[in-house]
């Protein structure tokens, strides 16, 4: 046998078939053609660019001077303070969405349009408990945003945020909802947290607060209120329910119906761990725990305190705060609740009226 020559044949087979993988055109499925990857950005691209020329006329810029106590040594100096945020126009004749903290304590307000038109504008009513507030400026016939439904957001959907980040007025970004029906602990001392709160990686800065989170329908879905500063694409919108229900009842009351109570849900688990803790026995191991009673308030009209557990509303058992603050929107303001409660192992009801 020729070694010789079948050596040679097998370095020939495999130049040849090196040269032809290389020479030969290769398919590659999951690749896309120019055209394919253009167009895929032009189905991208397209509903963005609507609904930015749709809502962007209803996005406002709002700048606010406040007057803040500087001490110097032994005296005290008053300086002025500027700020910025965004708003969103929920009302064709003036009223303009924000967010509590863009306003709150503020001595002059100006709120200019994506026109360039620019006017006074003056606080209807706050809600620190949501952080959303009403601002109004004299003006009629202004363009507005729709708002949309945040119950059917999904996990995933893309999303479009405009505001004034750091000043940079009509500022554009995108992302998607990355969860909904998240709590924010916004102040520990007082147990107050922000709640059911939409998370987005939609870039947010200092800025866009107040200003629109909304869907590819060109509907706002959620108002844009707090990031988290030590992350990076987790930023978090008030959902447009809770802005609307609000909102609403800003325009029409001057404030928004309150019962007037911080608080958590008590679950067997909690219930276990307080008693452990306190050294306490808790009469039941569900309801509305309540860690704060808020002043002139019904709740603390009718005697409710700090450490009560609401277990019921009109007869019906209630397993969380969620669940009180729901019936109390339902019966609205003017409405009757008797509450059955539990003051340590002795349980009580009171009524009262909203």
Do not use: C
């Amino acid at each position: 046998m020729n070694w010789r020559l079948i050596f040679g044949v097998t370095v020939l087979a495999l130049v040849f078939l090196f040269a032809w993988s290389i020479l030969s055109p290769v398919e590659a499925p999951l690749s896309e053609s120019p055209a394919e990857s253009q167009e895929a950005k032009g189905n991208w691209e397209e509903p963005v660019v609507r609904v930015v020329e749709r809502v962007g006329p209803a996005t406002v810029k709002i700048e606010t001077t406040r007057e803040v106590v500087v001490d110097q040594f032994f005296f005290h100096q008053f300086q002025q303070r500027q700020g910025i945020g965004s708003g969103v126009i929920y009302r064709d004749d003036g009223y303009i969405l924000t967010n509590n903290h863009v306003v709150a304590n503020a001595e002059n307000i100006t709120v200019q349009l994506a026109d360039g038109r620019s006017f006074p504008g003056k606080v209807v009513g706050r809600d620190p408990l949501t952080d959303l507030a009403i601002v109004k400026v004299d003006a009629t016939d202004l363009p507005v945003a729709k708002l949309g439904n945040s119950n059917d957001l999904r996990v995933g959907q893309i999303v479009i945020a405009i505001g004034n980040p750091l000043g940079q007025d009509n500022t554009v970004t995108t992302g998607v909802v990355s969860a909904v029906n998240r709590d924010l602990l916004v102040d520990p001392k007082e147990n107050r947290y922000l709640e059911g709160m939409i998370q987005t990686d939609a870039a947010i800065n200092p800025g866009n607060s107040g200003g629109p989170l909304i869907n590819q329908n060109g509907e706002v879905i959620g108002v844009t209120t707090a990031i988290i500063e030590q992350a990076q694409g987790i930023g978090f919108a008030i959902p447009s329910s809770t802005a609307r229900l609000i909102g609403d009842q800003i325009i029409e009351q001057g404030k928004p119906l309150r019962l007037g109570v911080l608080g958590g849900s008590l679950t067997p688990a909690l219930a276990k761990s307080i008693e452990e803790q306190a050294n306490i026995q808790l009469a039941v191991d569900r309801g509305a725990f309540l860690t704060r009673v808020l002043p002139d308030t019904p709740a603390a009209q009718a005697g409710l305190q700090q450490g009560d557990i609401v277990t019921a509303v009109n007869g019906q058992e209630i397993a969380g705060i969620r669940e009180l603050r729901d019936l109390v929107q339902k019966a609205g303001f003017g409405g009757k609740l008797t509450l059955s409660f539990y003051r340590g192992t002795t349980r009580n009801q009171v009524q009262i009226q909203l």
